[in-house]
């Protein structure tokens, strides 16, 4: 398993202060488990040395159906400052147009990507 820390950053390259933790077999995975939360193709990543997340996750009926809602979370005090450059690196999916199809069209065609790969 590879962990990754990921910064959504604008236009410009720069922070926008949203930042995540993603975990997966391979890059493949880091990609897709970014998409659930906003572009993929607008993050730098660094390697998660050690660190975690906790929160209380409960069940409720508010709307006549049961959901799992989730509060009170905790993260460690080891995450990356996100508006900080230091240890920042833009993955090898993000790039131009054009690099980005290349990408996804070696990821389509069964190649499995490690860890290394990253700019």
Same mark, same amino acid.
């Given at each position: 398993?590879?962990?990754? $820390? ?5 236009? +410009?390259? /720069?922070? =926008? ?5 993603a ?5 493949e ?10 572009d ?7 390697s998660?040395? $050690?660190?975690g997340i906790?929160?209380? +996750?409960? /069940?409720? =009926?508010?709307?006549?159906?049961e959901?799992?809602?989730s ?7 080891y995450s ?11 993955p090898?999916w993000?790039?131009t147009e054009?690099?980005?199809? +290349?990408y ?10 490690q860890?290394?790969?990253?700019k």
């Amino acid at each position: 398993m590879v962990a990754y $820390w990921f910064r959504f950053v604008n236009a +410009e390259n /720069k922070p =926008t202060g949203y930042i995540g933790l993603a975990v997966g077999k391979n890059i493949e995975d880091i990609l897709w488990q970014i998409d659930e939360f906003g572009d993929p193709w607008s993050v730098q990543i660094q390697s998660v040395r $050690w660190g975690g997340i906790c929160w209380k +996750e409960r /069940k409720s =009926t508010d709307l006549g159906e049961e959901v799992r809602c989730s509060s009170e979370y905790e993260i460690t005090e080891y995450s990356p400052d996100p508006l900080d450059d230091k240890g920042w690196k833009t993955p090898k999916w993000v790039g131009t147009e054009k690099e980005q199809n +290349e990408y996804l069209e070696k990821m389509y065609n069964g190649r499995i990507f490690q860890a290394s790969e990253i700019k």
